[in-house]
T-cell receptor, first 116, second 115 residues
Framework: AQKVTQAQTEISVVEKEDVTLDCVYE???????LFWYKQPPSGELVFLIR??????QNEISGRYSWNFQKSTSSFNFTITASQVVDSAVYFC?????????????FGKGTSLLVTP | DAEITQSPRHKITETGRQVTLACHQT?????MFWYRQDLGHGLRLIHY???????NKGEVSDGYSVSRSNTEDLPLTLESAASSQTSVYFC??????????????FGPGTRLTVL
């Protein structure tokens, strides 16, 4: 069965600190995709990144970076120089192949609080 | 701009009543999904559809039904609302391009309270 584990339930950091959110997954699929979503206090879900299983290059987008390591089944997310606006719940998700397509299997989320 | 909308945004109902939550997307996506979000559980898949007249059960489908009569809409019906169905419900859609697992775009959510 597909499984996504976000072991950190809550993280609290002070502004400008770097923070890493962990994501470990289990899958039997040879081709799969991993995603990160952000859910700010307003409640909407915002897509951050998609990574396929054949591309292990790290990705950087501004202060955000992602480290995909197939050997350890991890897809960790780092925020550099955190800001108060980064406070949100972050979800890691794994594509799950279904009969006619796919769905997303979400982790339980990590709540990040960045204080001034 | 294309978008995905949900209505109502907030709903309070009583146990046993039938409730329908609307989801409308203008992305022209074939794939549409319903999830529920509960504290400690993340998002769990209720139903999904890969096109008109196609519907499928997800992980937590008991007590829910969907129908897909056009590309834009996937209404979610609670046949007889129960207190355990108090939750935040999210609708999502994604584009089908071969077997590429594209990102899903989410609606703003509907907060449902069953008393």
């Amino acid at each position: 069965a597909q499984k996504v584990t976000q072991a950190q339930t809550e993280i609290s950091v002070v502004e400008k600190e770097d923070v890493t959110l962990d994501c470990v997954y289990e899958t039997r699929d040879t081709t799969y995709y991993l995603f990160w979503y952000k859910q700010p206090p307003s409640g909407e879900l915002v897509f951050l990144i998609r990574r396929n299983s054949f591309d292990e290059q790290n990705e950087i987008s501004g202060r955000y970076s992602w480290n995909f390591q197939k050997s350890t089944s991890s897809f960790n997310f780092t925020i550099t120089a955190s800001q108060v606006v980064d406070s949100a719940v972050y979800f890691c998700a794994l594509s799950e192949a279904l009969d006619s397509g796919y769905a997303l299997n979400f982790g339980k989320g990590t709540s990040l609080l960045v204080t001034p | 701009d294309a978008e995905i909308t949900q209505s109502p945004r907030h709903k309070i109902t009583e146990t046993g009543r039938q409730v329908t939550l609307a989801c409308h997307q203008t992305w022209n996506h074939n794939n549409m999904f319903w999830y529920r979000q509960d504290l400690g559980h993340g998002l769990r898949l209720i139903h999904y559809s890969y096109g008109v007249q196609d519907t499928n059960k997800g992980e937590v489908s008991d007590g829910y039904s969907v129908s897909r009569s056009n590309t834009e809409d996937l209404p979610l019906t609670l046949e007889s609302a129960a207190s355990s169905q108090t939750s935040v419900y999210f609708c999502a859609s994604s584009e089908s391009v071969g077997f590429s697992y594209n990102e899903q775009f989410f609606g703003p959510g509907t907060r449902l309270t069953v008393l």
